[in-house]
């Protein structure tokens, strides 16, 4: 894990309002060279000062396509990398808080994978192809392109499995089974809505030898699945479901499929938040949604929709820690640093491990994206 060293004491206790001012001024001076692309989960003191918005693919598109010298990425370690990966070596990839990295993506060792996948590989006896969520390091998707997968992620989940069972005839990888890394919930929820059931699917726990699997048990599942999980999605549960309904009857209830299966079944619609603050823009005004993702991300969704009830599904709101890492002192530091010739905090993932990982990300960038949100099954 990287640790961000405090910053000097001029920005620790600054008021909001000149730090807004000078970051504004910055900015301006800037111009073209700097673009910020902010993840839906920042703040709003940070969210005002994005060029671009979106979730995981949307912005590892942005920045595949941005030519700006200066990438500043108000999101986590591994979106940082990822747009690293994607643009040109001339291009820099700045994360204002180098410790902000993502919990689940540090579940998932690239060589305790690699190691993993040999022998679900060799316990199978058919191919099996590695699945990557983007919240991963850059390693684990190096991995996941020498052993023929792609990553995904929440918006396109579905659409990669599908190309990982599809024969290679029909432009698939031709896999019997599918190895879903880190993220089971994201697994098993993609399984269920491509029609498999829970049985299909076996949990590998890198904590117990051989994953806990037996051989028989591997050759019969089709989809095998990393446990690991999102702590923030973690706390979403068919009670507060259940309580939400009981409160507001009619009200439609969307949550990000790194929920728990059954969080997911008892929900309405499940999407990647840009699919979520889509379907809620998109509605007709005077309905009600309770939404189970990230508390910044659901309170500017009501904000941006007086017309509509829009809450949160859980009873103390969550956040995610490593994203609120990345706040208006940091942003102002790096933008400084900038317009004095110095660059901070760059995220650079050396040439080798980058080609490989890039290979899985083009992978599923090539791979056309699913529609909106998703209907529970
Ligand atoms: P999205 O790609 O849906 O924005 O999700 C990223 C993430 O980390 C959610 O916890
Ligand atoms: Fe990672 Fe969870 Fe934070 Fe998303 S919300 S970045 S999965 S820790």
New binding site residues.
Partial sequence: MNIQPPLPKEYQNLPVEQACRRVAQLKTALGQDVRILAHH?QSDEVFQFADFVGDSLKLSQQAAASSARFIVFCG?HFMAESADILTSPQQAVILPDISAG????EMADAADVEEAFEQVQSAAGEMVVPVTYV?SSAATKAFTARAGGACCTSSNARRVFEWALASKLQGGAGGAKVFAIPDRHLGLNTAVAMGFGTEDCLVYDPKLEGGGLEALATRRAKFILWKGQ????QRFTTDQIERARSRQPGIRIIVHP?CPRAVVAAADYSGSTEQIIQAVNAAPAGGAWAIGT?TNMVRRLAANNPDKLVRTLADTPPF?R??SRVDLPHLLWVLENLSAGKVVNQVRVEEKLSAQARLALERMLAIPPQGGISPSR
């Fill in positions: 989960y986590v993502c919990a689940m993506a919240n999102c702590y923030v999605h790194e990230e995610c490593t994203m």
